[in-house]
């Protein structure tokens, strides 16, 4: 029996000996590669924290003391020992495991996973609802330095700094997040990578002098001035945090010691571990950018599946042909240069790209400047990490209607990364910042002629938003606010995007059923007053909506509004969409099924409409 088959829990873990828990580790490595190679998943970020889960599952009881992931993507390990191991098989598939923590799923995750940068924040709230309530049990935070580029992170940091409240910060500094860190903390943590031996002179100091107190605080002071005289700055260690490393991050045994003094302390520490990304496989740790988030892979070769031509490369291919023609045409990322297709150009004009790391407030505040003076900033981002940049959304972009395009990656469902991934929410978010444009373009070449559109003609702010992968049925090109795509007089089928491939595919299958649905293509949500939309339901008297978005602010309602406020009485009306937005994982037509969007549910729903209205036999 190995070794990993004895484990099921945090207890389990702790009842190994010392010399178990190398080989614990390796076996741990071999089984989240053989496993990813068959689901899919992030690789890279996993393989760097298995010591590090390791170490905390030896100090730590995970069921009752809190242990808080930033992001997740490091939390395969920690699923593995906590009894979710025959499961795996089943990671990031319909109905399986999560790949990110998720407390309906275990008590030992203590908290939901998948955005980065709060974690020390959610920590320190359990810290000091754990003091309120008298209760004993402690608090971890992990926290990798690409999340540092975040500024929530210092938020938080300078809270627990201040707050006393005992909790251990673990810093997973593999000087990684997805793409390369940039800015300052990476130069930061770069000069401070230096002499890890201090760590264990440091603990030797404090265990000798700490039976001596008075000559422990009378050297202490002594050490403290000279060290602000003499040694560079400690940003943490001047934040009030006490600060412990680098500590190597693949010594397991070092790592259960120098966490077990960190907990002891009773104050708030940070623990600075050095890791390497993609540690244990060549493969992964030579390309640790490209085996972050992976599909099927070899386990042997690291070969990936080859996937086809997506939104996101055409975006980058168009903004490329764009950026030739107009020299101020300037591209943004938020640590996410690949994902959004960017890399590309930021080969061709690195003095026009930008990336901010895990900064999409900061990134959108800044692409307000260079707008107010004169540049054309276009900034590429996922739906939902768009979510954080609301507030300068409205502040510093939409108040002085400055010109900043947003290409809206991801936007819709995205399948296997689950409910923080989803960009089901900016529908709604966007139609409330003023003076924002909202095009939503169904194929490729659209999508090459709205961008340019978006980019030339708009001068206020304006979103491109796209799915995350490839184009359907529907090849053609409009920049139509509305356009009949099919003619009809039974219903009216409106849709916008991509959606429009199973509008397609609905309205072939209600034809069958002797049902004439006109199909309504939406290519501009804001503005737009739907006269052609209304046009049709006058003729038609029943609507039916599909969309991949949140029910609350969806353009569903506003049509049903504009159809009230028209005074036309409609006979019939289902609005097809996400509900409250909070989506599962699964593959992308496995969730479109789930809620009627795919096109056997919009016919369905068609045909009960027609029912109802005595349109069917």
């Not at 943590?189 to 265990?207: A, H, N, T």
Request: some cysteine.
């Amino acid at each position: 029996m190995s070794i990993l088959d004895k484990i099921n829990s945090s207890d389990d873990v702790k009842k190994l000996n010392a010399d178990e828990l190398r080989p614990l580790c390796d076996e741990l490595r071999s089984f989240i590669i053989e496993s990813v190679s068959h689901t899919g998943g992030h690789l890279s970020s996993n393989l760097g924290a298995v010591e590090l889960t390791v170490a905390l599952h030896r100090v730590y009881d995970t069921a009752y003391d809190r242990i808080v992931f930033d992001v997740g993507h490091q939390s395969y390990s920690h699923k593995i020992i906590t009894g979710r191991r025959e499961a795996f098989s089943t990671l990031r598939q319909h109905g399986g495991l999560s790949g990110f923590p998720k407390p309906y799923e275990k008590e030992d995750d203590a908290f939901i996973a998948g955005h980065a940068s709060n974690s020390v924040s959610v920590a320190l709230g359990m810290a000091r609802a754990r003091t309120l309530a008298g209760q004993d049990y402690d608090v971890a935070a992990i926290i990798g330095d690409g999340a540092l580029t975040g500024g929530l992170a210092y938020e938080g940091l300078s809270d627990a700094a201040a707050s006393g409240e005992p909790m251990v910060i673990i810093l997973n500094d593999n000087n990684m997040s997805i793409n390369e860190n940039v800015g300052g903390m990476a130069k930061l943590l770069q000069d401070m990578r230096v002499k890890p031996g201090y760590i264990s002179f440091k603990r030797w100091y404090r265990e000798v002098f700490s039976t001596l107190p008075v000559l422990y605080r009378f050297n202490h002071r002594i050490k403290e001035w000279l060290k602000s005289r003499l040694l560079p700055g400690n940003t943490f260690g001047e934040m009030g945090l006490y600060y412990l490393g680098p500590v190597d991050g693949h010594d397991v045994n070092k790592l259960e010691t120098v966490l077990r003094w960190a907990k002891d302390m009773r104050e708030p520490v940070l623990l600075h571990v050095v890791t390497t990304k993609g540690k244990g496989c060549a493969y992964a740790e030579e390309r640790p950018d490209m085996y972050h988030g992976v599909g099927k892979f070899d386990p042997q070769t690291g070969q990936l599946e080859k996937s086809g031509d997506s939104f996101s490369s055409r975006f980058g291919e168009s903004l490329c042909e764009f950026a030739e023609q107009n020299k101020m045409i300037a591209a943004i990322t938020a640590a996410m240069a690949g994902g959004t297709g960017l890399d590309g150009f930021a080969k061709r004009f690195p003095e026009r790209f930008f990336d901010t790391g895990i900064a999409e407030g900061h990134a959108t505040a800044m692409a307000a400047g260079m707008a107010k003076q004169g540049a054309v900033p276009v900034f590429a981002v996922y739906s939902s990490f768009l979510q954080r940049g609301y507030d300068m959304l409205i502040h510093d972009v939409a108040l002085q209607k400055l010109h900043v395009v947003f290409a809206v990656d991801r936007a819709g469902l995205v399948g296997s990364d689950g409910e923080t991934h989803h960009g089901v929410f900016d529908v709604n978010y966007l139609c409330s910042v003023p003076g924002m444009s909202i095009l939503c373009p169904a194929s490729f070449s659209e999508l090459h002629d709205m961008l340019r559109y978006a980019i030339e003609e708009i001068n206020g702010p304006a979103a491109v938003r796209y799915p995350r992968g490839g184009e359907g049925e529907y090849t053609s090109s409009s920049l139509a606010a509305e356009q009949i795509i099919r003619t009809g007089s039974d219903l009216t089928l409106v849709c916008y995007g991509t959606m429009v491939n199973q509008a397609l595919s609905a309205a072939a299958l209600l034809e069958k059923q002797g049902i004439s649905a006109e199909i309504v293509k939406l290519g501009i949500i804001r503005p737009n007053s739907f006269e052609l939309t209304l046009d049709s339901l006058k003729k038609t008297g029943c609507l039916l909506m599909a969309e991949e978005v949140c029910a609350p602010g969806s353009v569903g309602e506003q049509l049903a509004a504009a159809a009230a406020e028209s005074r036309i009485v409609l006979k019939g009306i289902k609005l097809l969409n996400l509900g409250d937005g909070i989506v599962t994982h699964g593959s992308v037509q496995e969730l479109l099924r789930d809620y009627g969007l795919d096109g056997e549910g919009i016919a369905r729903s068609a045909m009960e409409i027609c029912s109802d209205n005595g349109k069917t036999q």
